[in-house]
């Protein structure tokens, strides 16, 4: 499994906010900036998390984007699962098809699938500025 540029530059973008969230409400063209990544692109990325309720926006001079949650309770998961939707490796592991017969590889993908699934969701934001990652 391989992360889209939807999933990397979307928890970028979560880190950035999360390690300046003691200044409020941050643009997104400074995020743009700061981290070298297209603004258009960035904006339909952070609709979608606003979309979700993981931030939240205000307008004008001092406006921009901040984080809703604790930020010890916001995981990669979380942003992951928004920006990516289900995190598996196999459709059939998800549901997604429906397999008759499960063949032996299956009992491997579910495996990973949980292991990966547990991993995402036990890192929160505040663990990765805090670089307890």
Excluded: H, W
Excluded at 4 to 12: E, I, M, N, Q, V
Excluded at 41 to 65: T, V
Excluded at 106 to 122: Q, R
């Amino acid at each position: 499994m391989k992360l889209s540029t939807r999933g990397r530059y979307g928890l970028r973008a979560m880190c950035y906010l999360a390690s300046n969230s003691s200044r409020g409400y941050i643009s997104v063209s400074e995020i743009s900036d700061k981290l070298n990544l297209s603004e258009n692109y960035l904006e339909q990325l952070i609709r979608l998390l606003k979309k979700e309720g993981l931030i939240s926006s205000a307008r004008g001079p001092k406006g921009g984007y901040k984080i809703t949650r604790d930020l010890d309770e916001l995981t990669v998961g979380d942003i992951l699962r928004v920006l990516e939707g289900n995190i598996t490796i196999s459709d059939c592991v998800s549901g997604d098809v429906n397999c008759d017969d499960k063949c032996d590889a299956y009992y491997v993908f579910d495996k990973i699938d949980k292991v990966l699934n547990e991993a995402i969701d036990s890192i929160s934001l505040k663990n990765i500025i805090n670089q307890e990652v």
